[in-house]
């Protein structure tokens, strides 16, 4: 069989502001949550998210409220610890 990806909700609206946040919280990266530009750099920190969460089998920070400490955990660094098994250069890949 065949795959797609769709919509997982990280667009927003096509004449969106740069500064606006627009996603889920697991997927936005860091610097966007504080406010800067959504860059390349935050695209790969979402697909890094998107890869974690196929090598588990769930969402980051599923057994996490997503309010305003997890927003401060992320942008202190915390992040989904990589599960026992995965692939080395899937590994290499996410982080």
Known sequence: GQWYISDFGFCGPADKHL??????????????????????????Y????????????QQPFTYY????DLVIKIMNGMRPQIIQGTLTEYKNLMV
């Open 19 to 44: 500064r606006s946040i627009y996603g889920n919280l697991p997927y936005i990266a860091p610097e966007v949550i504080n406010g800067k530009e959504y860059t390349f750099k935050s695209d790969i």
């Open 46 to 57: 979402s697909i890094g998210m998107l890869m974690w969460e196929i090598s588990s089998g």
């Open 65 to 68: 409220v997503h309010d305003y």
